[in-house]
């Protein structure tokens, strides 16, 4: 695997070809091919880091060209790039997003105008509610996806966002082509947060219709348990965010305090389905969530139920099988 250091020596010098290729005569950038090449398998959660980086080096290579172009009887004409969204100047990267047409060239481009919704200046963020749907409809979905995944991993900690920004995203998310390269991705993912993602693209109703193929098909056992648990309860839950609470105010202690958020969902598949294709799984995961979901409906599950308590006590899993004794134990003593 390329570490750090690498990336980091490609980056910085297709920042500094790019910046120098700027023709300021002609006003005509050129290709941003190099660029785009370096910058497609930058890790997305570094963008705090990779943000600063480029905008120095992008900002310093420019400085350095147009002085040693310049001339005192000609301003030199600003020319505005993707590069330009990560500009120190508030109103440049505001220009930006509302000058940019067509399609963001990789997922790293994509995310730096994706937080741009998070940013300290209120005129950007409007320009961003405004411009990246455009955006998205012209974008590869491969690329908003990857983009989508890391911010909706991470927006709860954006202290600029506001309702209307994340309703922004939750009206992309909403949009078909969107919504069906989440469930591949979410399906196909073998690493990273995914069900915490998906429980935040549970806010809308674009994943509803595929929780049953997410349950069985899904790579990640935790995905699968998060879609098991999200139709046995009829219902999405996600985490909105966090609040500080006094526990005792007198000695100055206190908690921090998950805020929930959920949506009632419709569910097609039966109950007891969904129980059978759960105790099958492969992983001790999903097989808690259905070990749980036996014990509060074991009065109505008759000899099925005493077939799944059996099951589940005698799992290897030490989780899956205390919940199965629980259940033959909760059994022995409604018989009595």
């Given at each position: 695997m390329q570490d750090s250091h690498d990336y980091e020596g490609h980056?910085?010098?297709a920042v500094k070809q790019f910046a120098s290729s700027i023709n300021s005569k002609?006003?005509?950038?050129?290709?941003?091919?190099?660029?785009?090449?370096?910058?497609?398998?930058?890790?997305?959660?570094?963008?705090?880091?990779?943000?600063?980086?480029?905008?120095?080096?992008?900002?310093?290579?420019?400085?350095?060209?147009?002085?040693?172009?310049w001339k005192f009887w000609k301003k030199p004409s600003q020319i505005l790039t993707w590069l330009d969204l990560i500009s120190w100047d508030g109103y440049k990267r505001e220009k930006t997003l509302r000058t940019l047409s067509g399609a963001a060239p990789n997922s790293f481009f994509f995310a730096l105008a994706i937080r741009r919704l998070n940013d300290w200046v209120p005129q950007v963020r409007e320009a961003a509610r405004e411009k990246l749907p455009l955006i998205v409809d012209a974008s590869d979905p491969t690329y908003v996806v990857d983009a989508l995944c890391v911010t909706l991993s991470n927006w709860n900690s954006w202290g600029r966002i506001e309702q209307k920004d994340k309703d922004v995203l939750l009206e992309i998310i909403s949009k078909e082509k969107i919504g069906n390269a989440l469930k591949a991705k979410i399906i196909s993912s073998t690493s990273g947060p995914m069900a915490s993602l998906m429980a935040q693209v549970g806010r809308t109703p674009v994943l509803d219709d595929y929780l049953n193929e997410i349950a069985e098909s899904a790579v990640q056992p935790s995905v699968r348990a998060k879609a098991f648990r999200s139709q046995f309860e009829k219902r999405m839950v996600w985490l909105e965010g966090r609040k500080f609470e006094w526990t005792d105010i007198r000695y100055c202690e206190g908690r921090v305090k998950p805020i929930i958020g959920e949506r009632d969902?419709?569910?097609?598949?039966?109950?007891?389905?969904?129980?059978?294709?759960?105790?099958?799984?492969?992983?001790?995961?999903?097989?808690r969530v259905a070990a749980e979901m036996l014990i509060?409906?074991?009065?109505?599950?008759?000899?099925?139920?005493?077939?799944?308590?059996?099951?589940?006590?005698?799992?290897?899993?030490?989780?899956?099988?205390?919940?199965?004794?629980?259940?033959?134990?909760?059994?022995?003593?409604?018989?009595?």
């Open positions: 980056v910085i010098s002609s006003k005509v950038v050129s290709d941003m091919s190099m660029l785009v090449h370096a910058t497609n398998k930058l890790p997305l959660s570094g963008l705090d880091y990779w943000e600063r980086l480029i905008r120095s080096e992008f900002y310093n290579a420019l400085d350095t060209s147009t002085k040693a172009n969902i419709s569910v097609c598949v039966d109950f007891n389905e969904l129980l059978e294709k759960s105790s099958t799984d492969t992983s001790s995961i999903v097989k509060r409906e074991l009065e109505n599950m008759g000899e099925k139920g005493v077939q799944l308590a059996n099951l589940f006590a005698s799992d290897k899993s030490s989780a899956v099988a205390e919940r199965g004794r629980f259940a033959l134990k909760k059994l022995e003593e409604s018989q009595v």
